[in-house]
């Protein structure tokens, strides 16, 4: 337990490069990571992939910039559906629901993010660019994880993707930023645990969730805009 709290305190990007940190938390940022990749851009089952989502709102609104606009309302509108029927079970159900929903909500956001890529003429299979979306995720914290990755450039609200590609980091440096972010997605996840007690209430705690989900999957589409400018 103490190692555990200890892990935690150090810096994302500092437990990402330390091999023997391969115990529980090390592999829940690995295995978040992968789930978001495989199944948040690439899709899986039932869950489309991002460039699946990216065509059809191409197809059905005719421009990029109106197809973004469709993917974030119909991702809010997901997002809030999510958080709104996690929450409806109080606190009898918050040991469970709560943590299937932060991962729900993630994949959504990644997806989305993605997809805004995706409409904006981005490669969403090169490793750089699926990084840069991994990156949108944590929003500001991205500026600290890629200058203490040694990413020139990275300060700024706009860097994280143009930093990330005019680096043309190897494999193995996008893998380790990669897994920083997911430990500092672990990191927000006790933060958001903290934000939805009041799902502790059957339907007061459902409302509360569909508007704070829907609030944040927004303000990440607004991070992807900025991130992911038209080429």
Do not use: C, W
Request: charge should be positive.
């Amino acid at each position: 337990m103490a190692k555990k709290k200890e892990l935690q305190k150090r810096p994302a990007l500092e437990q990402a490069q330390n091999p023997q940190d391969g115990g529980m938390l090390g592999n829940a940022a690995a295995g978040l990571v992968t789930t978001l990749l495989e199944s948040g851009i690439d899709g899986r089952g039932p869950f489309d992939s991002a460039e699946e989502v990216a065509a059809q709102a191409l197809a059905s609104e005719g421009t990029p910039e109106r197809a973004i606009k469709k993917v974030v309302a119909t991702h809010t509108r997901l997002a809030a559906i999510e958080g709104f029927v996690t929450g409806l079970g109080g606190f009898v159900t918050l040991p469970v629901a709560l943590p299937a929903n932060v991962v729900g909500f993630y994949l959504l956001a990644t997806r989305e993010v993605a997809a805004i890529a995706k409409l904006r003429g981005y490669d969403i299979t090169d490793p750089q660019i699926r990084s840069a979306v991994l990156l949108t995720l944590v929003g500001a914290d991205a500026d600290d994880l890629l200058r203490k990755a040694g990413v020139a450039g990275a300060a700024g609200t706009t860097g994280k993707m143009t930093s990330l590609a005019a680096q043309g980091l190897p494999g193995p440096a996008l893998m380790m930023v990669n897994k920083a972010v997911g430990f500092r997605l672990l990191t927000q996840f006790g933060k958001r645990s903290l934000t939805r007690l009041g799902r502790g209430i059957p339907i007061a705690g459902g409302v509360l969730g569909a508007g704070l989900d829907g609030f944040l999957i927004r303000s990440v589409a607004n991070q992807a805009r900025q991130e992911f400018p038209q080429r």
